[in-house]
């Protein structure tokens, strides 16, 4: 209720009570009936006295009922005028609410409240852990049987401002809670050990702050909280140090940056509940402007700045230069740098959310005039929660600790908050922030909650189960805005992707908005929600990180793509387009791909020449040869020197197995690692079966180059090889070791001659020879799989067509 609505209703009332009141105390009726009494005396018998009497007596007995009845009325209104009125309430005990909670505690708030939290805590288990420990499981979440105790020492409102506060104490001290984790612990110590946290200690004063006419509640501690944890060791285990002081560390350090004044958490009332979990969603941000900033309202911004031993003087306000950097979680992003006490930015970001909450935070910075250094001035933050009806709920931290709050009803609304400056004696902060979706556990999310209403609720769900018999196809299409390191904006850019302990790689791309298009394959388990995905660029010393991210994987519907571009964490700039696709697999499927999959045959692959490759010498030229990376299986060609066309006409064997097919062409030194001049993805699932196709194709990651190719999907249902086939091949094999013997002697008289040229050209053959002998082990191994196969298959045939056999 606002300020103007309480005085416009309290002289209202205060008449109406005034108006009830004169009624009350106006004693007309018993005044007349005693004149009609006289009257009656003097011209009637004195057998009627005795009626009216009776009369009179009843008729001030019901007079006495009304005045009692009107003025308990009056008092219950001019109690609820007070209660709407008055700034503050007495003390009042509440035993009866912690008799309530104690009866409804165990079957209703421990199990619910187990549920909702042992979610939260396993997500920030996984995001902070100690180097100790390699990876926590969460095995068992009970609060255990004893609530905490409210208000013991009473309760009361008062008011702030225009905002009504619920004060009470909180005071939780149990003993008998479980929290059973499983901790694989990293190196030196290795191993397992099970931490169990079984006593919890926090009290307090909690204030309770309805907002938005009623639609929700803001709830948050006044000051820190005493905090203890108990925590206890299992049989066997191993007692890892500093694992008590971490786990109280990280619950006192949630709620110091969520639930202590000025940082408030938000209950939701919502009238209708469509029921759905939230797994995360995105959101749009807008630094517009700000206004009365100024160095002497920020606290420890230096006025006066001491520079080569002297002082200089105040600077101007007009002259600050200041920027906003946008914190979500580990995401962050800077606005450009804009002067003046009122800078405009109109910098806009897109930010993921990886719950149902999230809290953006605003840092502003002053640049340093002539020096590369920035100080820090202050923040803000706003936080947002979404809310069961689709709408949501954003507030923040007004003027004198006061509460900012907005509701935006559908996805896609423009907020617009002016939020002050917290460490500020005056300066705000004008953001825009747009939900463009939420997005739920059952696959659907908030632009097409209507449409999607036919999918399976979460119950139903099969993404959460242990063994989900499906598999996730990653495919990572581009990026764009890349952190470059190097001075020139020269990058080397590769992309990491982990789920589990499942890592692939892509190819390197060698410009600051790389595309890709590759995809990955993943089986999916259920014990990992997340997908780490990190990207590298090559640099002299070693790879560096660019940029990293998590992605939220629940809710993953069957057969359907998801495209979405992801921002990049722990940099200034960068995003990376994924699509993601879950693919499910059915048993039946499954065991035919199974029983086929010895069947598939071989990728026959012809590295015929390159043309047009770039010099990788000082000289001008290359000495190219090709690895081809196929799986975990690497096969390479002979080198040939001193050319950028060169000719190899190579011809290497492969076991289809559906591995990605990589041809990384290199320029070969003797004593210098090797240097990559391009390499390129073979696409060949989709090719017919026994043809080949023959083409070229450009190689990737350098300015010029391309690749020529002859590739043939050779499938054994259709074509069988014929039996002359593999004795050249054999007669090869055993050629081998006599041709590496005849080498070694000519390295021997190579060094006795102090040839540098021909002992390079030696090893690149010796290795080319090695690189030919795997060829052929794995093609000899390929055509004894297919004969098997093949007898087998004949076997079964045999026994299908004779009665005798089968009976």
């Known amino acids: 209720m606002s300020s103007s609505g309480k005085r416009k ?27 009609l009494f006289l009257i009656a005396y003097w011209v009637s018998c004195f057998s009627n006295l005795l009626l009216l009497a009776l009369a009179l007596w009843t008729t001030i007995q019901y007079q006495s009922y009304q005045r009692k009845l009107l003025e308990e009325d009056l008092n219950k209104k001019w109690r609820r005028i007070m209660l709407n009125s008055s700034p503050a309430t007495p003390l009042e005990h509440c035993e009866w609410l912690n008799k309530l909670l104690t009866q409804v505690w165990p079957n209703y708030f421990n199990p619910k409240l187990s549920r909702r939290l042992s979610a939260i805590v396993e997500k920030r288990l996984k995001l902070r852990k100690p180097s100790l420990i390699e990876k926590v499981d969460l095995r068992e979440f009970s609060l255990g049987s004893c609530p905490p105790s409210l208000g013991l020492q009473g309760v009361r409102w008062s008011t702030s401002g225009d905002q009504r506060i619920l004060n009470m104490g909180f005071d939780w001290d149990t003993s008998d809670m479980s929290i059973l984790m499983l901790a694989k612990l990293a190196k030196p110590l290795m191993g397992t050990t099970r931490i169990m946290i079984n006593s919890l200690h926090i009290k307090g004063d909690l204030l309770i702050t309805p907002i938005l006419d009623g639609k929700a509640l803001l709830y948050s501690f006044s000051s ?5 944890i108990g925590i206890a060791f299992g049989s066997g285990g191993t007692e890892v140090p500093g694992v008590s002081s971490w786990l109280e560390k990280l619950f006192t350090d949630t709620l110091l940056k969520t639930m202590v004044e000025p940082r408030r958490r938000c209950f939701s009332l919502p009238a209708v509940n469509l029921r759905k979990r939230v797994v995360g969603g995105i959101i749009y941000v807008t630094v517009i ?21 002297c002082l200089e003087e105040k600077l101007d306000d007009k002259d600050l230069q200041t920027f906003v950097e946008v914190e979500a979680e580990e995401l962050t992003r800077r606005t450009g740098v804009s002067r003046g006490s009122t800078p405009t930015w109109d910098a806009t970001f897109n930010m993921v959310l990886h719950d149902s909450t999230g809290i953006v935070r605003f840092n502003l910075y002053e640049c340093l005039p002539s020096s590369v250094k920035y100080d820090y001035l202050a923040s803000c933050e706003i936080k947002m929660r979404h809310v069961e009806d689709d709408s949501t709920i954003m507030w923040a931290t007004g003027p004198n600790s006061g509460v900012i709050a907005t509701h935006a009803k559908d996805c896609g609304d423009e907020i617009e908050m002016t939020v002050p400056f917290e460490e500020a004696n005056s300066g705000e902060l004008k953001v825009r922030i747009v939900v463009k979706e939420w997005q739920f556990a059952d696959g659907s999310h ?17 993404n959460l189960q242990s063994k989900t018999g499906r598999k996730l196809r990653i495919t990572v299409v581009e990026a764009k805005d890349l952190a470059t390191k190097d001075k020139f904006g020269k990058v080397d850019t590769y992309v990491k992707l982990q789920y589990e302990k499942t890592i692939q790689k892509t190819m390197n791309a060698q410009t600051p908005n790389p595309i890709w298009n590759q995809s990955f394959e993943f089986d999916e388990t259920g014990g990992d929600e997340y997908l780490n995905v990190k990207c590298f660029t090559n640099e002299v010393f070693g790879d560096e990180n660019i940029g990293s991210a998590h992605v939220n994987l629940e809710g993953l519907v069957d057969s359907s793509v998801k495209d979405v571009w992801i921002p990049l964490e722990g940099v200034s700039s960068g995003e990376l387009r994924l699509k993601i696709e879950v693919v499910k697999v059915n048993d039946q499927e499954g065991s035919r791909d199974t029983a086929s999959s010895s069947q598939k045959g071989w990728i026959e692959l012809v590295v015929i020449e ?23 299986l690497k096969k390479r060609t002979k080198v040939i020197p001193k050319t950028l066309n060169p000719q190899w006409n190579q011809t290497l064997d492969f076991l289809d197995d559906g591995s990605l097919l990589v041809l990384r062409v290199k320029d070969h030194n003797a004593l210098l690692p090797t240097s990559s001049i391009g390499e390129c993805v073979v696409e060949y699932q989709r090719l017919p079966p026994n043809q080949m196709v023959d083409k070229w194709i450009p190689l ?10 002859q590739i043939t999907r050779n499938v054994p249902e259709m074509k069988m090889r014929q039996v002359v086939d593999s004795e050249p091949s054999l007669s090869t094999l055993h050629q081998i070791p006599t041709q590496m013997k005849e080498m070694m002697m000519k390295f021997r008289s190579l060094i006795d001659d102090g040839n540098v040229e021909g002992l390079s050209r030696i090893l690149s053959e010796l290795e080319t020879l090695e690189d030919t002998q795997e060829g052929y082990i794995a093609q000899l191994e390929t055509q004894q799989m297919m004969l098997l196969s093949k007898i087998k298959e004949l076997g079964q045939q045999i026994i299908n067509s004779s009665p005798s056999l089968q009976n």
């Open 9 to 35: 209703l309290i002289p209202m009332n205060i008449e109406e009570a005034a108006l009830l009141l004169s009624h009350v105390t106006q004693p007309r009726i018993p005044f007349l009936l005693a004149l």
């Open 224 to 228: 820190k909280p005493e905090v203890r």
């Open 289 to 309: 402007s700000a206004n009365k900033l100024s160095r002497s309202c920020f606290k420890g911004s230096p006025s006066l700045r001491q520079q080569n031993g």
């Open 446 to 462: 908030s632009l097409n909650s209507l449409s999607t209403s036919s999918q399976p609720p979460l119950s139903e769900s099969s």
């Open 610 to 632: 390159a043309r047009d490759l770039i010099a990788a010498d000082l000289r001008g030229t290359s000495d190219p040869f090709v690895r081809v990376d196929y799986g975990n």
């Open 700 to 709: 990737q990651g350098v300015k010029s180059g391309e690749i020529h190719i």
